[in-house]
T-cell receptor, first 108, second 112 residues
Framework: KNEVEQSPQNLTAQEGEFITINCSYS?????LHWLQQHPGGGIVSLFM???GKKKHGRLIATINIQEKHSSLHITASHPRDSAVYIC??????????FGQGTRLTINP | DGGITQSPKYLFRKEGQNVTLSCEQN?????MYWYRQDPGQGLRLIYY???????QKGDIAEGYSVSREKKESFPLTVTSAQKNPTAFYLC???????????FGQGTRLTVV
């Protein structure tokens, strides 16, 4: 079992839909990152969370430390949101662990 | 502005040649990491370094080598011993005692 599990692995939706991507982890962490990777592109850091909730434009990220769970939400999704979204956690003494990623496709 | 710089973004090499990927940070971070991503797969740890002149193997270190002569720099060499070097390579860093990681843009290596 991976230390960081993301769901779903693949998600296809229509433009305008509300999107939720989930990340669960098995051990205590000091921080969690949400990353975005467009096809053939590099990695972009969207959020860093250690508690609560953050919002940037149409993107919202939440974390529940007690439940070891984080969610990334996209409101009013658009085809340009199509990308792989990756959850990464920092555990203990600088151990950085990535989830497998969620491939999101938004159809016009 | 502080950050991590990976270069180049795209790299092509002939089979059998060694190639070195650059990772530089001006964040004064102690820990630096190299990951590999294959198409449709997650990121896997190749090597990491938590202090200058010291580094540790990750899960898939075979066919790779690194050095950490300076705090700012952690270059990764893909050697001819790496059977399938074509992949996306990501460098990351974390400041000692801090809870935030920084990520390079990545280098996409294609071996022909």
């Amino acid at each position: 079992k991976n230390e960081v599990e993301q769901s779903p692995q693949n998600l296809t939706a229509q433009e305008g839909e509300f999107i939720t991507i989930n990340c669960s982890y098995s051990v205590g962490i000091s921080a969690l990152h949400w990353l975005q990777q467009h096809p053939g592109g590099g990695i972009v850091s969207l959020f860093m969370l250690s508690s609560g909730k953050k919002k940037h434009g149409r993107l919202i990220a939440t974390i529940n430390i007690q439940e070891k769970h984080s969610s990334l939400h996209i409101t009013a999704s658009h085809p340009r949101d199509s990308a792989v979204y990756i959850c990464a956690v920092i555990q203990g003494a600088q151990k950085l662990v990535f989830g497998q990623g969620t491939r999101l496709t938004i159809n016009p | 502005d502080g950050g991590i710089t990976q270069s180049p973004k795209y790299l092509f090499r002939k089979e059998g040649q060694n190639v070195t990927l650059s990772c530089e940070q001006n964040l004064n971070h102690d820990a630096m990491y190299w990951y590999r991503q294959d198409p449709g797969q997650g990121l896997r740890l190749i090597y990491y370094s938590q202090i200058v002149n010291d580094f540790q193997k990750g899960d898939i270190a075979e066919g790779y080598s690194v050095s950490r002569e300076k705090k700012e720099s952690f270059p990764l060499t893909v050697t001819s011993a790496q059977k399938n070097p074509t992949a996306f390579y990501l460098c990351a860093s974390i400041r000692d005692g801090a809870s935030e990681a920084f990520f390079g843009q990545g280098t996409r290596l294609t071996v022909v």
